[in-house]
């Protein structure tokens, strides 16, 4: 094909703003966002995090008053995340039900539950002495299957405490069939199952791990997917589908826009992903530093996210886009 030189014009499309917005092959609205929060028991005032400027570790009140900001704004939900005063070997904190993320959520249910989306990080590392995602075996690494029974307990007590959607995040085989079960045992067989499909052993959690007071030492790379397995994803995925799972996700986010637009090509239910504190970080720093312009920034990473696939994205800037998707267009 022979082409006459300035007869296509890609630019042709590029001319107006108004022309712009018309060619978009994607859109953010505030549905779509889903905003994570914690809250951490025994506080007595919210407390700011050094490695996330603007996001807070909430005491009760604050947590429902930022839930509401959220809600009011129209985002698609909440994802709880809670922090207990007295952590132990198991996390009994995680699955009794006057454990701060239990309260929590029921707190959010009984006040938002018709207006929004609540949802219920399931992971035992914020409720261990130890930090890891599941509980010890002698030899001190993470013992997958008596990790399991206690996410099945975990899963049945957000449950109950009124959570909608269950984020299984700490990626031990297995546990979404055994939340499955153990969910529709008690009688909660509408409770939603949210796979933290394909999730990396990231450098991208460092600022989550002081939102979270985490006593890890170590790592997590005997769980948590090697960042270099693209494929091993999509062998996540097939097993997260067997098993039940209702929604899957890839996480972080940016660093694996390829592993994200190939699990939406692939998945038969909705793909979320989770733009990491590490992901915050890294944009409300350079732009404190003057070296981006952080609003732009923080458009273009999300709409990244749309572009490879993503049907919802987790993250830390929810409520305060949602309020400029709102406001007075330029
Ligand atoms: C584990 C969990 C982590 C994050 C969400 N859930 C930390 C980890 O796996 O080490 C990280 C989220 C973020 O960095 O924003 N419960």
């Not at 309260?103 to 890891?132: K, Q």
């Not at 990626?171 to 909660?188: N, P, S």
Request: hydrophobic content about 45%; aromatic content about 6%.
């Amino acid at each position: 094909m022979s082409l006459v030189p300035g007869t296509v014009r890609p630019r042709r499309l590029r001319t107006t703003p108004a022309l712009r917005r018309l060619v978009s092959e994607v859109r953010l609205h505030p549905a779509e966002l889903i905003l994570p929060m914690f809250v951490k028991e025994g506080l007595n005032e919210p407390v700011t995090l050094g490695g996330m400027p603007g996001v807070m570790q909430h005491t009760l009140e604050s947590l429902l008053e930022a839930a509401r900001e959220a809600v009011d704004a129209g985002v698609g939900g909440l994802m709880l995340f809670g922090i207990p005063e007295h952590k132990d070997e198991i996390g009994s904190q995680a699955d009794a039900p006057d454990g701060i993320l239990n309260r929590a959520l029921g707190l959010l249910a009984e006040h938002l539950g018709e207006d929004t989306v609540v949802m219920a990080d399931l992971c035992l590392d914020e409720f261990t002495s130890h930090g890891h995602c599941g509980v010890l075996d002698s030899a001190g690494g993470v013992d997958n299957d008596a990790t399991l029974s206690r996410y099945a307990a975990m899963a049945v007590a957000q449950a109950r405490a009124g959570a909608q959607v269950l984020g299984l995040s700490g990626m031990m085989d297995g546990q979404v069939a055994v939340c499955r079960e153990a969910l529709d045992e008690a009688g909660f067989s509408d409770t939603v199952i949210m796979g933290y499909t394909a999730k990396y052993a990231s450098a991208f959690y460092g600022p989550f791990r002081e939102a979270v007071d985490s006593e890890l030492q170590g790592d997590r790379k005997t769980y948590q997917q090697d960042p270099a397995n693209g494929r091993e994803a999509m062998r996540e995925l097939s097993l997260d589908l067997a098993e039940g799972a209702d929604v899957v996700m890839v996480k972080p986010g940016l660093p694996y826009l390829d592993v994200l637009a190939e699990v939406a090509r692939e998945s038969l239910v909705p793909v979320w992903t989770y733009q990491v504190s590490g992901e915050y970080a890294m944009i409300e720093f350079a732009a404190a530093a003057g070296a981006i312009d952080r609003e732009r920034a923080i458009e273009e990473s999300l709409i990244a996210f749309k572009r490879a696939g993503a049907d919802a994205i987790l993250t830390y800037w929810a409520t305060e886009v949602a309020q400029g998707l709102n406001g007075p267009k330029p």
